[in-house]
């Protein structure tokens, strides 16, 4: 699978299994919360973030490489799961598409009402 390459700006939305367990516990919680979508975000990063942040966490530094476009995972996806009886050969790849290429932003947080 190739690793694709983004200006780095792009926001994609990251929660932990911390914020994850609060918010739904927040939710459960809330008799006055209606059916139907519910979206929350622990934080909003881009790329460059995310690279940095793992910098600080590991202590090492990463090296950021652009080997292509949202454009060609997106080809290589397509061909990947034309002739692959395998459902998950893509999953990685598609799950990285959504992020880089903004199709998997949360547009509409409800991050205010339980926390704000």
């Not at 609060?22 to 459960?28: F, I, K, L, S, V």
């Amino acid at each position: 699978m190739p690793a694709i390459g983004v200006d780095g700006e792009t926001l994609f939305d990251v929660t932990t299994v911390a914020n994850t367990a609060r918010y739904t516990a927040a939710a459960a919680l809330d008799s006055q919360l209606a059916s139907g979508k519910l979206s929350i975000a622990g934080d909003q990063v881009n790329t460059k973030q995310a690279i940095a942040a793992a910098e600080v966490a590991f202590g090492q530094h990463f090296e950021a490489r652009q080997l292509g476009t949202v454009a060609e995972l997106e080809r290589w996806i397509a061909d990947t799961k034309a002739p692959n009886p395998d459902f998950w050969a893509p999953i990685v790849a598609q799950y990285q598409w959504a992020m880089v290429s903004g199709k998997a932003k949360l547009t509409e947080l409800n991050n205010e009402r339980f926390f704000a």
